[in-house]
DNA sequence: CATTCGAGACTACTGTACTTAGTCTTGTTC
DNA sequence: GAACAAGACTAAGTACAGTAGTCTCGAATG
């Protein structure tokens, strides 16, 4: 049934998601839904575990047995598959985790490690690692993000353009990896 | 009237931002609206073109008599400070603008151009320059999207990652633009 | 074989939001 | 002083989220 839900965000839109729609695609009546999900609220966090879930899937499977630029490479591909395939529900899982805990962070902390894991082979100090986590998903999913909004008119293949960002990290994480033994990055401000 | 539906979507949220609330704020009720604004569907559309407008002015006004790498750290930190300072209209300027051809479309082409004339100082060809406006954009979007979702988790200030992002960006583009004469960018596939 | 029990469906209802239609007030203009 | 337009209002209708309480059917148990 979250599957059901699911398909709907992907192929219709996140807020046109509705449980009276949902209903209607299980045969069923609105109200007997809250016999299986405790409301939309609830809805919309077991949405995001799973979005989560299969996203950290689809990650680790296509770095597996990789490293360094291939690894890079086949895990930006794969962050820009997803989206694309799972528009509605991949907005979920930037929703703001809020203040309590919630299950899936754990998820969202094993995306975290594996790029970590992949990154890691550059031999990066700490920091520097952190800071590239935090660029290789900017690129990605700023990328996806604006795509997936039409936010490129130009006719210029995006894919090249994407391949063409990648490879560009790729080449900064190589220049800090083997000179940048300081905290600065390529050029100095 | 705008004016005052954007407060409400930057500081309580988009989602939350309902013509009865906007009615309340303004001292009337709610069908007294429709003599300003024909609905819900109009009132997002004027609000992507007074974000639209807003970024424009701001960019413009960071990166102007900069060239090169100053030009594109105050535009980085320019457009970072205003999904900061404008979280909720911010995400009405990715809205796909649909089918029709919005006027709002236009104020975007100015923020295109905007990047075009600073990265154009880089020298690089016509189709680089499209891939570097989009890694650009993608770059700070997803940085700062990430961000305002409270996507960073790991106890490292938000500034120095931004930076470091940034200065790679830097680096990247001042290699392309000596050795790269050929289609591809720093490290071939 | 009869009873019980619970999962999961239902009807009925409330509250909230968007929207339309038509009316009334108020200030300006001729 | 009267017509007019702007902009407020009341009333009413629709759609969705959510709650409360009821009914039914099938399985486990005596």
Redesign the pocket.
């Known amino acids: 049934m979250v599957a059901v839900a699911a398909e709907i965000a992907d192929r219709e839109g996140l807020d046109t998601?509705?449980?009276?729609?949902?209903?209607t695609r299980?045969?069923?009546?609105?109200?007997?839904?809250?016999?299986?999900v405790?409301?939309?609220?609830?809805?919309r966090r077991e949405l995001r575990a799973l979005a989560l879930r299969e996203l950290a899937d689809d990650l680790a499977a296509a770095a597996v047995g990789k490293s360094l630029g291939p690894a890079v490479r086949a895990l930006a591909d794969a962050y820009r598959r997803f989206v694309r395939a799972h528009r509605g529900i991949y907005a979920l899982t930037l929703s703001a985790s809020g203040n309590e805990p919630e299950p899936a962070d754990a998820i969202a902390e094993r995306i975290v490690t594996i790029c970590a894991r992949i990154l890691g082979g550059y031999g990066l100090r700490k920091r520097e690692t952190i800071h590239a986590i935090r660029a290789l998903r900017s690129l990605v999913h700023g990328f996806a993000t604006l795509e997936a909004a039409g936010g490129f008119g130009m006719p210029v293949a995006a894919d090249a353009s994407f391949a063409w960002m990648v490879e560009m990290f790729i080449g900064g994480l190589e220049r800090t990896a083997v000179n940048g033994r300081d905290e600065s990055p390529p050029a100095g401000r």
Do not use: D, E, W, Y
């Open positions: 998601l509705t449980l009276a729609k949902l209903a299980l045969g069923i009546k609105p109200p007997s839904l809250f016999n299986h405790a409301g939309m609220p609830a809805l």
